[in-house]
Nanobody, 129 residues
Framework: QVQLVESGGGLVQAGGSLRLSCAAS????????MGWFRQAPGKEREFVAA????????YYTDSVKGRFTTSRDKAENTVYLQMNSLKPEDTAVYYC??????????????????????WGQGTQVTVSS
């Protein structure tokens, strides 16, 4: 199975930037899409961004468009989430997740945590005002 390890979280002032990394190991060639999710205290886990492993197609939730960018380095089996212009409401534990390829996946976008098969342990991002 695929193992995921996030890093790069921390404390930053509003308007600042952070870059999260998600290192994948195991059979990554079976991965269709890598997603980023976040969960704030008392709230449900929500979709942030995703990138297809093969084609590099990206999509984002509206609240982070223009501020966050996800990318991947296939040679390093690593996915990144560059977060700029951070706001206090971005404070959460950030998780990366992987969905194993199924035949019906081509062109489909996945936004629900239930659609993903593997998860990292999460990394805390705190944005102070």
């Amino acid at each position: 199975q695929v193992q995921l390890v996030e890093s790069g979280g921390g404390l930053v002032q509003a308007g600042g930037s952070l870059r999260l990394s998600c290192a994948a190991s195991g059979p990554t060639f079976t991965t269709y899409v890598m997603g980023w999710f976040r969960q704030a205290p008392g709230k449900e886990r929500e979709f942030v961004a995703a990138i297809t492993w093969s084609g590099g197609m990206t999509y984002y939730t509206d609240s982070v468009k223009g501020r966050f960018t996800t990318s991947r380095d296939k040679a390093e089996n690593t996915v990144y989430l560059q977060m700029n212009s951070l706001k206090p409401e971005d404070t959460a534990v950030y998780y990366c997740a992987a969905r194993t390829y199924r035949t019906q996946d081509y062109g489909v976008r996945y936004y629900s945590p239930r659609d993903y098969d593997y998860w990292g342990q999460g990394t805390q991002v705190t944005v102070s005002s």
